[in-house]
């Protein structure tokens, strides 16, 4: 009994486990189903926005088709998905879900599905129609926007141009004010002060007179390119929608070449770009060769310096050579004709020669003694001329005593 217990507790707590994961995988699944429901809920949405605005811009325009007022109909219907009714259905494997699946058709087989759907082509017309609808609202919401701006800017230039002629304007009654004041009773005199505005108000009607001038030539011209305007309609040149078409084509075409031209331009500055970083590389290495040919130079010109320096000391060499060459041969001459003297005449020649040595000093000694006695006759002479002019002229001689 025992065991029959046990293995009975142990097969009921099987079978509540496998129940337990049934119910968990039965809850993850329906967790995804309804995740996928919301987002198709919010897809369906979506679409349901954009058909009630198609509509409601449908209902508002003229019917000029009857494809309009079915097209308008069905859109009024919401779509609903075929995969979504079905999704539900599909569950098995469970008796929870047998049992929402049995809930499910029995609600369908009391209420009947009635609803339109429309077709994809239908979808994409109304999804097409709208787009331009709001791409056209958006074009236009941005021109409005542009000319919007190009008038505020305009009237903030305008607004600057008269705020520098305010200021500008007050800076001149200001000087016109302190010029007005008169330097000995400190008063404004109101000659000047009337000058001015004066002058400023012929100033004023000449501006609104040119002005005003000019408004009525724009006018004219206005009324001119009006009036062409109208005989084009009239004679059938203005452009159409066709045209309108055909110059976007054209434009596109254009802008696909310039497209081109631009790729092409940018190769070509790439290229323009590679051949000046070669131009000047080469440039440089000219720049460096011409350096090296002006160092090549100069030492060529001092090498042919020094070679001319060279052969000139090479011919005066030559010429020395030839003139030490004739000295040698002359002396080589004389020394093979040359005879030696006698030894007795060269000891009467030395003996001759010592005798007129010592003559020349005595005949030295005897011009110094002539000399000094030469010097005292000048004295004793020069000592007879004063005693002779002081017996002549006693005053001459008492003022060279004063001098000395």
């Given amino acids: 009994m025992a065991e029959a217990r046990s293995s009975f507790s142990g097969s009921s707590s099987a079978e509540h486990l496998a129940g337990m994961t049934n119910e968990d995988a039965d809850d ?141 304007a007050i800076v001149e009654f200001l000087k016109t004010k302190d010029s007005s004041i008169d330097k000995r009773t400190h008063k404004i005199i109101g000659e000047k002060i009337d000058r001015y505005f004066n002058e400023r108000i012929k100033a004023r009607e000449s501006l609104i007179n040119k002005l005003r001038d000019r408004s009525s030539g724009l006018k004219r011209q206005i009324v001119r390119l009006e009036t062409q305007l109208r005989q084009k309609e009239e004679m059938g040149e203005t452009l159409h929608e066709v045209d309108f078409n055909q110059l976007q084509i054209e434009n596109k075409q254009y802008l696909d070449k310039i497209d081109e031209k631009n790729i092409e331009l940018i190769l070509l500055k790439r290229q323009v770009g590679k051949a000046t970083q070669s131009l000047n590389r080469y440039k440089d290495d000219l720049n460096k060769q011409t350096k090296d040919l002006i160092d090549i130079e100069q030492r060529i010109g001092k090498q042919s310096s020094l070679y001319t320096r060279a052969e000139q000391e090479m011919i005066d060499a030559t010429y020395e050579q030839s003139r030490a060459a004739k000295v040698h041969n002359h002396l080589a001459e004389q020394t093979e004709d040359y005879q030696v003297p006698e030894v007795l005449d060269y000891v009467k020649k030395k003996a001759l020669l010592y005798n007129l040595e010592r003559d020349c000093e005595v005949w030295e000694r005897k011009v110094e003694i002539a000399a000094m006695a030469l010097q005292q006759t000048k004295q004793q002479w020069q000592t007879i001329q004063r005693t002779a002019q002081y017996e002549n002229n006693p005053n001459s001689w008492n003022s060279e005593l004063q001098a000395r």
Avoid: C
């Avoid at 082509?121 to 409005?144: C, F, G, P, V, W």
């Avoid at 230039?157 to 500008?168: G, H, L, S, T």
């Fill in 28 to 168: 993850a699944e329906l967790q995804q189903r309804l995740e996928k429901m919301e987002r198709e809920i919010i897809d369906l949405t979506f679409e349901n926005n954009i058909f009630e605005m198609n509509l409601e811009r449908k209902k508002s325009e003229p019917i000029t088709a009857p494809s309009a007022v079915a097209t308008a109909v069905s859109s009024s219907q919401a779509p609903t998905p075929t995969g979504s009714s079905q999704d539900l259905t599909t569950i098995g494997g469970t008796s929870r879900s047998d049992r929402f699946a049995r809930k499910r058709s029995k609600s369908r087989s009391t209420q009947g599905d009635f609803r339109i759907q429309l077709t994809l082509e239908q979808k994409l017309d109304i999804i097409t129609t709208e787009y331009e609808q709001m791409r056209n609202e958006k074009n236009r919401s941005e021109a409005a926007h542009e000319k919007k701006i190009d008038q505020l800017e305009s009237d903030a230039e305008w607004i600057d141009i008269e705020i520098k002629d305010f200021d500008a």
